[in-house]
């Protein structure tokens, strides 16, 4: 079965970065595009960023752009946020999800991925 399991989570301060990573098995990797989204108390999850299969095509949530960079490495079967300039508002559960079919770029939409990780906590301290 497919498990996604993420790493990288933790205590940091505002200003500071921190670097996520989610690491999958039980499906042909490079064949999915990947995702993340992040879900802080009290609120709805909330999508962060996405990858295509390739890595080709990202997209990002306004809130985050040109401050995270999504990336992936097929070879480790691997998908990275790295999280710069972090702010007290960027505190949540992370969590990593894999896209349920096959598809040309990224979807934002959760619905659209099947496969979700447990979460990282990510805490930014004012």
């Known amino acids: 079965q497919v498990q996604l399991v993420e790493s990288g989570g933790g205590l940091v301060q505002a200003g500071g970065s921190l670097r996520l990573s989610c690491a999958a098995s039980?499906?042909?990797?490079?064949?999915?595009?990947m995702g993340w989204f992040r879900q802080a108390p009290g609120k709805e999850r909330e999508f962060v960023a996405a990858?295509?299969?390739?890595?080709?095509?990202?997209s990002y949530a306004d809130s985050v752009k040109g401050r995270f960079t999504i990336s992936r490495d097929n070879a480790k079967n691997t998908v990275y946020l790295q999280m710069n300039s972090l702010k007290p508002e960027d505190t949540a559960v992370y969590y990593c999800?894999?896209?349920?079919?096959?598809?040309?770029?990224?979807?934002?939409?959760?619905?659209?991925?099947?496969?979700w990780g447990q979460g990282t906590q990510v805490t930014v301290s004012s």
């Open positions: 990858i295509s299969r390739s890595g080709g095509s990202t």
């Open positions: 039980g499906r042909t990797f490079s064949s999915y595009a």
């Open positions: 999800a894999q896209d349920e079919k096959v598809r040309v770029g990224v979807s934002i939409a959760s619905d659209e991925y099947g496969y």
